[in-house]
């Protein structure tokens, strides 16, 4: 039988630079072919063969509801009639802005753009003109984006700022990016007593969901607010992907669970808040927002910001999330996948650590949960590939890199956990013992 994701593979490569339009799509990590995806439906999508995954990437996120969720496709039906895009205000980017909000009371306002990476890069800007300062740290393994000030990696020392990641980064545009390691507070506090002081933002992903799942432990959280208030800097929380995902009131609420009074001076939303189309925003306290064009000197800007469409298909998404039992249920799910798939591992003694909130998971073949980057990297790269490959050959789609979280749905059943536990369970047994 001919392969059709083959096909189509070698067809797009042709046209598209390697055939996908964002790297991690192309499976380099774990080798194979792309499953080019025909459609999907709740839990589920089908690849250009027929065949059936259980998907549990979501989009990388955003489809926090399942696949074609009826009262988000009726938004989204209703909104395209009325127009695609106007280039002038409508009142549905209010009720969104106010439906984030209410939410997510660390903001008194946002604005809405179409990326994460244009959420991030206009944070960024808008936390230096604020301050007045240029300098800004990030951690090792957090992504914020591809702003060329934050493509970077650590330098040399803590004297010295970062190197560029990509090429066509030039050097200059990263000399103020300090790259530390994650949850390491003597770290934090050496680099605070040397450039405190010249320091805009501190940008992180709370629970970093961009080197699979690593929480910055309540300890670190806590000295990254301490530290950033003591010398004037910004805490930028880039809550792209754990915005709405985890938690109703996003990453930042469950951290004010254990540290009294918690919040970010600002936050950078996407992927769920869009609820599948292109959307993403930014927001803080009312005097660092009015530093934005056309109330503040900090310019930004976007033709397509706020569509009409990607709006309503938002707005839809954030109403279902508030209703009752919502989280409760779907953070059932998610346990239920983690304690199944720990469970497997266990019986095939495959070392296995896992975590999850909300909608969201981590696994790494390792006995125990690591802490930052260097860790998350030591995991076991030809078996993760393995256990990829064999998941997806039963019909069960997870990220196609070790360092990326996973995703559940409201559409996943206990009937789809199962099937994949199952699928697991057979997989695991093929690995062989360490
Ligand atoms: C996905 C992601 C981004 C980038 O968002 P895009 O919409 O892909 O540009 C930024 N930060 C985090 C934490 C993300 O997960």
């Not at 390691?181 to 450039?195: C, D, G, T, V, W």
Request: neutral net charge; contains cysteine.
């Amino acid at each position: 039988m001919t392969d059709l994701n083959q096909t189509l593979f070698e067809r797009a490569a042709k046209v598209i630079p390697g055939g996908v339009n964002s790297p991690v799509r192309a499976f380099r990590a774990v080798g194979g072919t792309p499953r080019f995806v025909q459609r999907a439906q709740g839990a589920y999508f089908w690849d250009a063969n027929g065949k059936r995954y259980i998907d549990y990437i979501g989009s990388w996120g955003p489809m926090i509801l399942g696949h074609g969720h009826p009262a988000v496709l009726e938004a989204v039906q209703k909104a395209a009639v009325d127009g695609f895009s106007f280039g002038a205000p409508t009142e549905r980017e209010v009720e969104l802005a106010e439906a984030i909000l209410a939410q997510v009371p660390s903001m008194d306002m946002v604005r809405l753009v179409s990326s994460g990476t244009e959420a991030g890069m206009s944070a960024l800007r808008l936390a230096r003109g604020a301050t007045g300062r240029s300098k800004i740290i990030k951690f090792e393994g957090c992504y914020h984006g591809h702003a060329d000030a934050l493509l970077v990696k650590a330098g040399s020392g803590l004297a010295t700022f970062g190197n560029p990641t990509s090429a066509g980064v030039p050097p200059e545009v990263v000399q103020h990016t300090l790259v530390l390691e994650y949850n390491n507070i003597p770290q934090l506090e050496e680099a605070f007593a040397l450039h405190g002081k010249e320091l805009a933002l501190l940008m992180i992903e709370p629970i970093a969901g961009n080197m699979n799942f690593v929480r910055a432990s309540v300890p670190f959280m806590k000295r990254c607010r301490e530290l950033c208030t003591q010398y004037g800097a910004l805490l930028v929380f880039d809550e792209v992907m754990t915005g709405f995902r985890v938690a109703l009131g996003s990453a930042q609420s469950v951290y004010a669970k254990e540290i009294p009074g918690f919040k970010p001076d600002m936050t950078v939303l996407g992927k769920v808040i869009g609820g599948g189309m292109p959307l993403a925003a930014f927001g803080g306290p009312r005097e660092i927002m009015q530093q934005l064009a056309p109330t503040g000197p900090v310019y930004q800007a976007g033709t397509l910001s706020g569509n009409p469409v990607a709006t309503a298909c938002g707005l839809a998404t954030l109403k279902e999330l508030s209703k009752p039992g919502f989280w409760d249920a779907l953070s059932k799910t998610t346990q239920s996948l983690v304690d199944g798939l720990s469970a497997a591992a266990k019986k095939a003694d495959i070392p296995f650590s896992a975590d999850c909130q909300g909608g969201m998971f981590g696994f790494f073949l390792l006995p125990e949960l690591p802490q930052n980057y260097a860790k998350v990297m030591t995991s076991d790269s030809p078996r993760f590939n393995k256990l990829f490959h064999g998941l997806l050959d039963r019909g069960v789609y997870i990220a196609p890199a070790l360092y990326e979280a996973g995703f559940v749905s409201a559409a996943h059943s206990e009937a789809d956990i199962a099937e994949t536990v199952q699928a697991a369970s057979e997989v695991f047994a093929t690995l062989g013992k360490t």
